[in-house]
């Protein structure tokens, strides 16, 4: 396989694509960070370019260069052969650059048209907002991507998922001709996937340059024209589609071939620590029952999985076990201690924890540092006269980033500077501070790269070990085959199966939750 070094000249024959955007020796430090060093980098006219790397990587750094809203420490881009500096978001968009973030950037509060036309509003002959227009071309956005969804519905009324769909219809309403996908799958159900890749495919045929960044490896490799991958800041390989497979990735990215699979791991259950008995839960709007009379036991020492579509009703079980939403039914106990009625704050002290699905909205709080979010869940074991104890808390912050290794310049660099992946480890890392009985955690892997998923999974296993209670979501069925000693599979509200990863296949697997062959090779197998 060729190297960046060796790649240049082979990636530039006339079926390769004009080159519309370059990266010249681009460099980004944060203080004594060096998140680039020096990268060349080509955007092609009619290509899907996709890039690989783990978090930390660079990836998403040198996107936000390449679409205004970072400016590179050294080096410069080139659009359409000339240099050029983006000062602003709004001036990449000008020059036909759009991107799609990684983490969701919309305003609740506001509906779908207003999200999508925000800082770019319509106007009519009188000069006011054309909302009728504006309304059309929603409509038919959400046509184009298959996906039932007014404009006038408010984004905070939409699942996570739809979410995603609402920052892919932003970015095409744009008409760019440079597009940035940053991680643009990572809420979608296989079904979405579909329709986000047809979609990709029509831009690419009309002449748009595509800029994919995705953990989920083969359905990228699916996608891709070009692979490039980066490591700690470089990067280091470049390769036509074709001549690349899973492995290759895998191996360029962390240095080695992917390595965890928890099959065989010992298993010692201790008694049990969590109990679910005939649960129901209703959406609180709606009334309808999303969560139908479900049991189920975890025992010390265990981790279990629950496998589903989106839909399935697995984060809603999630949020009601830790105490946001009410149970219609029901009842939980903790070590035979009922907390069905208790408040989040109560649960937490028990010695129930959640990791939920979106670490933006409720696992971190944006505006303060990593030690702070980290420490933030655990402050009353740290008080001792009113006060909280500083040195107690820093160094209890210090082990446990060390712990599930958290990339970071310090404890007091902001949250937003880490990458996704390393913001999770911190949302994890937080809730262990707490010394849980119970850890749950909502789709824990999403927007993670195969390397961090491994570290993230070998550290369940060893606090497992420790007589930790472990339950999981996850849509890939991958990981919930090679990270966990039981399967529990969710349909329609329901648990309809269960299953030992051991002697499970992948397609019975999926079979069980309802997924249709053709849907198999969207929901990345990149763990197997």
Same mark, same amino acid.
């Given at each position: 396989m060729s190297t960046a070094a060796d790649s240049a000249a082979v990636l530039d024959g006339p079926a390769d694509g004009e080159v519309v955007l370059r990266a010249v020796d681009i460099a980004k430090?944060?203080?004594?960070?060096?998140?680039?060093?020096?990268?060349?980098?080509?955007?092609?006219?009619?290509?899907?370019?996709? =890039?690989?790397?783990?978090?930390?990587?660079?990836k998403s750094t040198l996107?936000?260069? %390449?679409?205004?809203?970072?400016?590179?420490?050294g080096g410069h %881009?080139?659009?359409?052969?000339?240099?050029?500096e983006l000062k602003s978001t709004s001036d990449a968009v000008d020059r036909g650059i759009s991107i799609i973030h990684q983490e969701l950037n919309l305003c609740a509060n506001l509906s779908v048209r207003d999200n999508i036309f925000l800082g770019r509003e319509l106007r009519n002959a009188a000069g006011t907002v054309d909302y009728g227009k504006e309304r059309e071309i929603t409509a038919q956005l959400m046509e184009r991507l298959e996906e039932p969804i007014k404009p006038s519905t408010l984004v905070q009324d939409l699942r996570v998922g739809q979410q995603q769909i609402i920052e892919i219809a932003r970015a095409l309403a744009a008409n760019a001709r440079i597009l940035?996908?940053?991680?643009?799958?990572?809420?979608?159900?296989?079904?979405?996937?579909?329709? =986000?890749?047809?979609?990709?495919?029509? %831009?690419?045929?009309?002449?748009?340059?595509?800029?994919?960044?995705?953990?989920?490896?083969?359905? @990228?490799?699916?996608?891709?024209?070009? @692979?490039?991958?980066?490591?700690?800041?470089?990067?280091?390989?470049?390769?036509?589609?074709?001549?690349?497979? =899973?492995?290759?990735?895998?191996?360029?990215?962390?240095?080695?071939?992917?390595?965890?699979?928890?099959?065989? !791991?010992?298993?010692?259950?201790?008694?049990?620590?969590?109990?679910?008995?005939?649960v129901t839960v209703a959406d609180s709007e709606t009334?309808?029952?999303?969560?139908?009379?479900?049991?189920? !036991?975890?025992?010390?020492?265990?981790?279990?999985?629950?496998?589903?579509?989106?839909?399935?009703?697995?984060?809603?079980?999630?949020?009601?076990?830790?105490?946001?939403?009410?149970?219609?039914?029901?009842?939980?106990?903790?070590?035979?201690?009922?907390?069905?009625?208790?408040s989040v704050a109560e649960r937490i002290e028990m010695g129930v924890g959640l990791v939920p699905e979106d670490r933006q909205r409720d696992g971190l709080v944006q505006m303060m540092s990593v030690g702070r979010n980290m420490s933030l869940s655990s402050l009353p074991s740290m008080v001792k006269n009113f006060f909280i104890q500083g040195g107690k808390e820093r160094e209890r912050v210090a082990a446990q980033s060390k712990d599930v290794r958290v990339k970071t310049a310090g404890p007091n660099a902001p949250i937003t500077s880490l990458s996704g992946g390393n913001q999770q480890k911190v949302v994890i890392g937080k809730m262990l501070l707490t010394d849980p009985k119970v850890l749950l955690l909502d789709e824990p892997t999403r927007g993670i790269d195969?390397?961090?998923?491994?570290?993230?999974?070998?550290?369940?296993?060893?606090?497992?070990?420790?007589?930790?209670?472990?339950?999981?979501?996850?849509?890939?069925a991958g990981e919930a085959l090679t990270a966990s000693h039981r399967i529990v599979v969710m349909s329609k509200?329901?648990?309809?199966?269960?299953?030992?990863?051991?002697?499970?296949?992948?397609d019975e697997l999926m079979a069980a939750s309802g997924e249709h062959d053709s849907d198999y090779h969207h929901s990345n197998g990149a763990e197997q």
């Open positions: 430090t944060y203080g004594v960070t060096r998140a680039l060093k020096g990268v060349n980098f080509d955007v092609r006219r009619g290509k899907v370019t996709v =890039l690989f790397g783990e978090n930390g990587a660079g996107m936000k260069i %390449l679409s205004g809203v970072e400016t590179p420490t %881009l080139e659009l359409d052969g000339e240099v050029v940035i996908m940053d991680e643009p799958t990572s809420a979608l159900s296989a079904a979405e996937v579909e329709v =986000l890749f047809k979609v990709i495919r029509e %831009l690419t045929a009309q002449g748009v340059a595509i800029v994919y960044i995705s953990h989920h490896l083969e359905e @990228a490799i699916e996608i891709a024209d070009f @692979a490039v991958v980066f490591r700690d800041g470089d990067l280091v390989a470049t390769e036509r589609a074709e001549n690349i497979d =899973l492995p290759w990735v895998v191996r360029q990215m962390v240095g080695r071939d992917a390595d965890y699979d928890f099959r065989n !791991e010992p298993r010692d259950y201790g008694d049990v620590a969590l109990s679910i008995e005939g009334a309808r029952v999303v969560v139908n009379d479900v049991s189920l !036991e975890v025992r010390e020492g265990e981790i279990v999985c629950l496998y589903g579509l989106m839909g399935a009703g697995r984060t809603e079980l999630m949020e009601a076990l830790a105490g946001r939403d009410e149970f219609s039914r029901g009842r939980v106990r903790l070590h035979g201690n009922d907390f069905t009625h208790k195969v390397g961090a998923k491994g570290e993230i999974f070998a550290l369940l296993f060893r606090e497992a070990k420790r007589g930790l209670a472990v339950l999981y979501v996850t849509s890939e509200g329901r648990f309809v199966r269960e299953l030992d990863p051991r002697t499970t296949t992948r």
